[in-house]
């Protein structure tokens, strides 16, 4: 009878094989899932940046223009609700500031077409910080 040490001594080549073969898929699936995640992160953070300009936009109209057709309140909590659902497959910083921008949003929509700029400044403020906090994340994927 074979000793274990002769047996692993005849099997070595057949035992590295299968060692490499289970780290290599290891690997591999944890590279596909790291590679998804960061699609679709990229895809949210383009989706987000595209819905944060037309929200700008919104807002533009309602406060600068008094466009009440495309300035109206109830697309700007459209925006806002959408890109609330696309800040959840984001990083907490993303999802933080989009949280704020509704926040703001509600405490300030009434104020667009003012003389004063207090409400049409404090939106966009924060249509800029969540923008910036997008652009990050985008700039940390690999």
Do not use: C
């Amino acid at each position: 009878m074979t000793s274990v040490r002769e047996q692993l001594r005849s099997n070595a080549v057949a035992l590295t094989s299968l060692v490499i073969a289970l780290l290599s898929l290891g690997y591999n699936t944890w590279r596909n899932e790291r590679t998804e995640h960061n699609r679709n992160m990229r895809a949210a953070a383009f989706e987000l940046l595209t819905k944060l300009a037309e929200f700008e936009r919104v807002v533009f109209l309602a406060h600068y223009d008094r466009d009440q057709a495309n300035g109206n309140p109830r697309t700007g909590w459209t925006y806002v609700i959408v890109m609330n659902d696309l800040a959840q497959v984001m990083p907490d910083a993303v999802q933080a500031r989009a949280g704020i921008l509704r926040e703001t949003w509600r405490s300030n929509w009434e104020g667009l077409g003012r003389e004063d700029e207090v409400a049409v400044d404090r939106i966009d403020g924060d249509i800029t910080k969540l923008r910036l906090a997008t652009l990050d994340t985008l700039h940390t994927l690999h």
